[in-house]
Each structure stands twice: as C-alpha cells, then as structure tokens.
C-alpha cells in the first residue's frame, strides 16, 4: 500500500480535516489545526506531505520521526499540529487495513469507557449555576468553565471575589459529588493565580487548569504551595521534550496534552507513558471536532493513568456545526451516565461524511480569538 495523496478540508465551526488517501482505496482521516491559525497549518500539513506522498502508511513511528527530526527547525504549535493530524489519519488507515480498533493496535484497551466532562458558561453567577444544573440533569458528573475574565499582573480583591462568588454559586447548586474544573485559561499571573488558587480550595475542585501559562511554569511551586487542589496543564505543550521539565518539576497533577496540538497519537501515548512513571494523571485536552475526540480516545484506551476526557459537544464555540454533524456513525460517541464508550471500530472508529465535509469545506471559516484589553488599554491574555 502507497499513499497517493493528501487533502485538507476547513470547515467550521473553526476546524481543519484532512484525508489521506492509498492506492488500495484505505483512507484516513486526521485533525490537524491550530485554533485561529488553520491556514497556516493548513500550509504545514501539505509541505510535510512532499515526504509522504508514495511511502508505506503503515510505517507510521518512521514517519513521525523523519517528519520531526527530518527538518533542522522543528516544535511548537504549528509544526506538531500538522505533524499530528497526519499521525492521526496513518492510524486511521492502519486500523481499517487491518479491520481493528487503533487501541487494538496499541496493545489493547484496559478500560470500556471513560469519564466526560462538559463545558459550561454564562455571564452571571446565577446563569452559569442554572447552566451547570442542566449539564448534570443530562448525566454529566463533572463540568468545566472559565475561572475568571481578564485579570490584570496585579488586580483588585473585586475580581477574586466575583471569580469565588461564581464558583461558590455552582458549588451549591450542583451539590458536593459532582466534579468542577476551573481553567484560569493563562489569564491571571503569579501574583494573582496563588490568590485566587488558595480562594478556590475551600470548593474541592477537582483541578485548576492552567494557573498561569505554560511559560510561566516556575510559579507554580508557589501555587502548589498556597493549596491542596490538583493542578492541571498541558493544553499549550507540544510534545514528550516539552513535557519533560513539567514533569520532573513535580508541581502539576495532570497533563493535558491535545491529541490535535502535541505529535499525535504517536506522540501522546508516549507522553501519558512518561506522567505514568509520575504518578501523574491523563486527561487529554480537545475542544475541537470529531476526528480528534476519536483519536483522543483511542489513547484514553490504553493508558492507566487516563481518568477523564474533554469533549466539546454542545460548546459555545460550535454554533455553526457541533462534532456529530460531520460523521454519519453518530451513536459512536455513546454518552451515558457521566461516561463516553470506547470506540470499537476500525482504525479511529469513525464514518467521516466527505459529502458534507465537502459542502461546509466551501464555506470555511476564518475563526479567531477574541482580542481583550483591560481597561487602561494594555492587551489582556484571552
């Protein structure tokens, strides 16, 4: 078997799919995008298909290493995102060659199914706390939202409070069991995040994610310090090297690296293999459409240390289409009682409708992020 071809495909809400197809007529599927740079990653994923393009699909650890170490500059958003969607669509196609699951192909599942949680928000602590009841009304057992909004180096004791008040309303309304994760999304800086994290503690989240941004990871010994709740991050790492000193640091208590962002399958099986030898836990970060929660959970699969699943049904950011309006298997994401099912397919499991991919891929997207200021006019972190 050859690969004859790669495509790419945008389309919205603000993702990037690509097929790669063999001359045997196997063809897989990947996600490969940046969120706000999909041209650009667009651009990356067909300069790296110069390489693949006539090669053996199933040589996929080959590929992946000539494909990062085969150019002299090599990491960071763009690269790895092309670089894993590509990985993603080679296990697809493996998968479907050999009529097995890519988990199969991984050694084998050690779990049937695994937590989800859900994406909650709102402007006002009352909306988001009604927001949180529905979530949990519809099964969920955890959720997630945004812990605060634009947060200045050094802020007032009026953006901790609401930020708690907030917390504190959820807390209430959906009770003492049910799984809250607080992502101060890089917005708020050391001087802030250990406040805010000691503040929080009285909740029992079950993480905060991201209290400062990756860059800033030095402060999180402080952070660590201020309180007991486990600390999360990852979403802004791209690969096993960039994850390294995060995890012999020994502050953060679960890596989120995304499936779309960091190498790949490929890539993050190794990864979540690394956290193990931590006792540190997976839970993969995804937002995004589809192909990456299948391949998401093909890695959930197979690794111990996974306990519990980011999925992006019902987000705000899907207003034009949601993950299930682009496959035609849509029972494969069987959510029931808090948790998703592995998928049993082969390859990634999935049934890509190209047809509608094709007729929303005409319309595109150009998706950016917002861009915040605070209000003596410096950009804020969004």
């Not at 199914?113 to 859900?118: A, E, G, P």
């Not at 809250?180 to 503690?201: C, N, Q, S, T, Y």
């Not at 009285?202 to 709740?229: D, G, W, Y």
């Not at 399958?265 to 299948?294: N, S």
Request: aromatic content about 8%.
């Amino acid at each position: 078997m050859k690969i004859t071809k790669l495509t790419t495909y945008i389309v919205p809400p603000r993702w990037l799919f690509l097929k790669i197809e063999t001359d045997e007529g196997v063809v897989g599927w990947g996600e490969p995008v940046v969120e706000g740079r999909a041209l650009t990653v667009e651009a990356a994923v067909h300069e790296l298909s110069d390489y693949l393009v006539g090669r053996d699909p199933f040589l996929i650890e080959d590929h992946w290493n000539v494909l990062y170490r085969g150019g002299f500059y090599r990491g960071g958003a763009i690269h790895m995102s092309a670089l894993a969607g590509i990985d993603q669509a080679l296990w697809d196609i493996k998968g479907k060659a050999l009529g097995q699951p890519v988990h199969s192909l991984l050694g084998g599942q050690c779990r049937d199914k695994i937590k989800v949680y859900s994406w909650i928000g709102g402007d006002r602590p009352s909306d988001v706390a009604n927001n949180a009841r529905d979530v949990v009304a519809r099964g969920f057992k955890a959720i997630k939202l945004n812990g605060c909004e634009e947060m200045q180096i050094v802020d007032t004791n009026e953006k901790i409070d609401r930020a708690v008040e907030t917390i504190g309303t959820i807390r209430d309304a959906i009770g003492p069991n049910i799984g809250i994760g607080v992502d101060f999304h890089g917005r708020v800086h050391r001087p802030m995040a250990k406040v805010l994290a000691k503040e929080l503690e009285q909740f029992k989240l079950m993480f905060i994610e991201e209290p400062v941004l990756s860059e800033n990871r030095e402060a999180l010994r402080e952070i660590a310090n201020h309180c007991s709740t486990p600390i999360a991050l990852g979403e802004r790492l791209y690969s096993r090297w960039d994850f390294k000193s995060v995890l012999s640091d020994g502050f953060v208590d679960i890596i989120q690296p995304d499936l779309s962002h960091a190498g790949g399958i490929t890539e993050c099986r190794k990864i979540a293999a690394m956290a193990e030898a931590y006792d540190v836990a997976l839970a993969p970060h995804c937002p995004l459409g589809p192909i990456a929660l299948a391949a998401c959970l093909q890695v959930d699969a197979v690794s111990y240390n996974a306990f519990i699943q980011e999925q992006s049904l019902g987000i705000h950011y899907n207003e034009a289409n949601d993950i299930l309006d682009y496959i035609s298997n849509k029972d494969v994401f069987a959510y029931e009682d808090g948790f998703v099912s592995i998928p049993q397919g082969p390859g990634l499991g999935i049934e890509v409708d190209e047809a509608y991919v094709m007729e929303r891929a005409k319309e595109g997207h150009r998706w950016r992020n917002p861009v915040w200021r605070h209000s003596d006019g410096s950009v804020a972190e969004w």
